[in-house]
């Protein structure tokens, strides 16, 4: 079946290089990225690089649902397209007036930074209008050799190569940002990380003379929710550091507060969607959370984000890379839980004496935690 798969994806190829595409006033980009929130937003400073290296090129982006509000008033996007080329075959065929669309638009060249090795992925890059395919290095999860699209097969799909691979560039963000020699001068130091989210406003009331704190204690993938136990123990920590602590109204964050006195720690605050959390984390002092799209979110506003994940090598290769965030792993590489109490105490000690000087009243503001 993989053999076959192959020859399908190769005579694809050959359909796609025999189309022509019309000719562009001025270069169109099409950037497809990884879909995630957390990719997404370690991904925006490759867009803004090749944006402001050549403000002429129209860049357009190929995005999943779940992004689209990140992208949806970013400066450096000309136009947003929101479709899941990695959809299941069930699921794509409700978005064929968009693939269409998508599929007969020239572009005058593709940059496939998603890294799916997989045969509806690659076989719908192939239906692309473009004489231009560009792609990351070979990337494979996949050990059964008989499951695999194998490298020589997938690099025949594609018109060149951009980037470093795992090996070169283990960190997720600093190898997205490799790909910038496509369009501009890759330098890390001037990469722009702002995610340039609109200001919305909100009404909310704070007590200024403490410092105001999100925590995040759950989040969507297996391995990012604390413990009931190990969210009292961190809220009643912040509380006895002085703090008044605030929690997104969410489901999974709500059932890990269902004490009644831990109830009364905690305000709850809703957040409809990325806008008004991004606004919510603008007026924190800073941030605890898990590893989810929050810590992410938080380090590109440059807000203090103190984040706690498992030690596992994927996820250290995700860490967001602002000086503002700081992260603590666990002992147990596959338990959260086990992130040492005293390192998360010194953390936020020292969140909390740096918030100080936002306040006028340090009075209210212990500085130790005694527990």
Known sequence: MLKLFNLLLKYQCFRRKKRSSIALSKPRILVIPYDAIGDMLLTLPVFSAIKKAHPDWDIEVLCHERSVKVLAQYPFVD????????AKLFRNRYD??????????????????????NFRSLFRLQQFTTGKLLTLPYYSLKTDPKKRIEEAVFYSLFDGVVGKNHQQEPHFALRMFSSVSQGAEYV?????????????????????SKPAVLFNPAGTQPGNTLSEKKSAWIVNTLVKLGCQVFVFDLPSQTKLFIQENLKAQVTFMPSAHIYEGAQIIRMMD?????????????????KPALILRED????????????????????????????????????????????????TNEQDIVGKCVL
Not at 79 to 86: A, G, M, P, V
Not at 96 to 109: D, P
């Open 79 to 86: 136009r947003l397209w929101c479709w899941n080329i990695n």
């Open 96 to 117: 064929q007036k968009k693939r269409e669309e998508l599929y007969t638009r020239s572009f005058t060249k593709i940059i496939y930074l998603a890294e799916k090795c």
């Open 312 to 359: 596992q090598i994927w996820r250290a290769r995700c860490d967001p890379l602002a000086i503002t965030t700081k992260v603590l792993v666990s002992d147990n590489p596959d338990d959260i839980n086990t992130v040492d109490n005293d390192l998360i105490i010194q953390a936020i000690e020292s969140l909390v004496f740096n918030a100080q000087k936002n306040h």
């Open 286 to 302: 800073f941030i605890v959370t898990t590893d989810t799209s929050i810590g992410h979110l938080s380090s590109a506003l440059l």
């Open 188 to 208: 890390k130091e001037e990469m722009d990380f702002s995610p340039y989210i609109p200001v919305v406003e909100l009404d909310y009331t704070f007590n200024s």
